[in-house]
């Protein structure tokens, strides 16, 4: 059974940082493309970033990108999301996810088992 857990979310302030972590198991997380992405209250999933089983970054919406940064630990099975210089439009419910595919298209099809999120709250 594949199971996706988030965590490191919370309350921050504008201009402030948290680092998201996912833990996976019951797939083989070496050989996974993994993402994050997230959700705000009345809107669509929202890509972030994905990570492909070689470590290779890939990052579509400019808006996140450089402030946020995925990495993935492969001995702890765990993926990250450095969140730097958060905003208050970036609150909401973030997602990781893991891929059949080793090289995945950051596209929300193309992942297959989610977590169940963890949220991130930005004060202005």
């Known amino acids: 059974q594949v199971q996706v857990v988030e965590s490191g979310g919370g309350l921050v302030q504008a201009g402030g940082s948290l680092r998201l972590s996912c833990t996976v198991s019951?797939?083989?997380?070496?050989?996974?493309?993994l993402g994050w992405f997230r959700q705000a209250p009345g809107k669509e999933r929202e890509e972030i970033a994905c990570?492909?089983?070689?470590?290779?970054?890939?990052y579509p919406s400019t808006s996140v990108k450089p402030r946020f940064t995925i990495s993935k630990d492969n001995d702890k099975k765990t993926l990250y999301l450095q969140l730097n210089d958060l905003k208050p439009e970036d609150t909401a419910v973030y997602y990781c996810?893991?891929?059949?595919?080793?090289?995945?298209?950051?596209?929300?099809?193309?992942?297959?088992?989610w977590g169940q999120g963890t949220q991130v709250t930005v004060s202005s």
């Open positions: 996810a893991v891929s059949k595919f080793p090289i995945p298209i950051l596209r929300v099809r193309d992942f297959h088992y």
């Open positions: 019951g797939v083989d997380f070496g050989d996974s493309g």
């Open positions: 990570v492909t089983w070689t470590g290779v970054p890939e």
